[in-house]
Nanobody, 121 residues
Framework: QVQLVESGGGLVQAGGSLRLSCAAS????????MGWFRQAPGKERDLVSAISWNGGRTFYADSVKGRFTISRDNAKNTVYLQMNSLKPEDTAVYYCAASPIATITGQYDYWGQGTQVTVSS
């Protein structure tokens, strides 16, 4: 059974940092692009960041550029999202997702359950 399990969410004050992790099990995703999405209450789920299979290419939404960093450790089948200078508007449930292909596209077919990030002002 394929699983993506996120961890690292929590409550933090504005300006603080959190590091999210997404551990995959059931199969390796070392040849797949991975992404982090977030969904705030009453809003659509949006792509925050993505990384190609080998980390050679990354994508960031404009709202998080310069503050968030995505990385991966294929040996550990894990993807990370380092979030710095957090703002209240970053509050959302963050989801990890795996793409069926190696490069960054809009296709994701495996999803984690999500981890809550709450940033207080």
């Amino acid at each position: 059974q394929v699983q993506l399990v996120e961890s690292g969410g929590g409550l933090v004050q504005a300006g603080g940092s959190l590091r999210l992790s997404c551990a995959a099990s059931g199969r390796t995703f070392s040849r797949n692009a991975m992404g982090w999405f977030r969904q705030a209450p009453g809003k659509e789920r949006d792509l925050v960041s993505a990384i190609s299979w080998n980390g050679g290419r990354t994508f960031y939404a404009d709202s998080v550029k310069g503050r968030f960093t995505i990385s991966r450790d294929n040996a550990k089948n894990t993807v990370y999202l380092q979030m710095n200078s957090l703002k209240p508007e970053d509050t959302a449930v963050y989801y990890c997702a795996a793409s069926p292909i190696a490069t960054i596209t809009g296709q994701y077919d495996y999803w984690g359950q999500g981890t809550q990030v709450t940033v207080s002002s």
